[in-house]
Antibody
């Protein structure tokens, strides 16, 4: 069965950096685009970033463009989210999620359990 | 960017009721619309894709309809398991955006 397991969350100060990792299993990782979606405490879902199956195409929400970078290592079945210049409003649970296809035109079909990032001074 | 407007924000209903949630896109997204269910403390679960295609294993009391800018999610007869928050999301182009969510509460 498809599994996505995030790690790397934690507490950091404004201006700091964190890197989230997400390992996929139960499917051919290199065939699927991947996404990051976040949810602030008590709030709705916010799409953050996506990376194509081959890592060539990357897309970002305007709220994180220039601060966050998505990457992947298909040899390790892992997708990453490097978060720099963290702001208090970046505090959220970050979900790693699988795209239904290689890059576009497919919904997000599987989600990880989420990793909490807390930004506080 | 395409904006998704979901209504109502909160819906109170009883077991056995039929309920409908609406999602409007700020421009046409053809059929590139998904519905998700999220229970407290859990990851979202894909219910419907392409506006009306039910995912495998999702009960048939759930249905979706719509095309272009107007979409609906209907639950024909609410079960206790269905009380959760529901989100629509377009995947027409990037950035993908979600509706604000509809919290379905027990009356």
């Amino acid at each position: 069965q498809v599994q996505l397991v995030e790690s790397g969350g934690g507490v950091d100060q404004p201006g700091g950096s964190l890197r989230l990792s997400c390992v996929g299993s139960g499917f051919t990782f290199s065939n699927f685009a991947m996404h990051w979606v976040r949810q602030a405490p008590g709030k709705g879902l916010e799409w953050m970033a996506a990376i194509s199956f081959d890592g060539v195409t990357k897309k970002y929400a305007i709220s994180v463009r220039g601060r966050f970078t998505v990457s992947r290592d298909n040899s390790r079945n892992t997708v990453y989210l490097q978060m720099n210049s963290l702001r208090i409003e970046d505090t959220a649970v970050y979900f790693c999620a699988r795209d239904g296809g290689r890059g576009s035109g497919w919904p997000i079909d599987y989600w990880g359990q989420g990793s909490l990032v807390s930004v506080s001074s | 960017d395409i904006q998704m407007t979901q209504s109502p924000p909160t819906l109170s209903a009883s077991v056995g009721d039929r309920v409908t949630i609406t999602c409007r896109a700020s421009q046409s997204i053809t059929f590139y619309l998904a519905w998700y269910q999220q229970r407290p403390g859990k990851a979202p679960k894909l219910l419907i894709q392409k506006g009306s295609i039910l995912e495998s294993g999702v009960p048939s009391r759930f249905s979706g309809s719509g095309f272009g800018t107007e979409f609906t999610l209907t639950i024909s007869s609410l079960q206790p398991d269905d009380f959760a928050t529901y989100y629509c999301q377009h995947y027409y182009d990037y950035p993908y955006t979600f509706g604000q969510g509809t919290k379905l509460e027990i009356k």
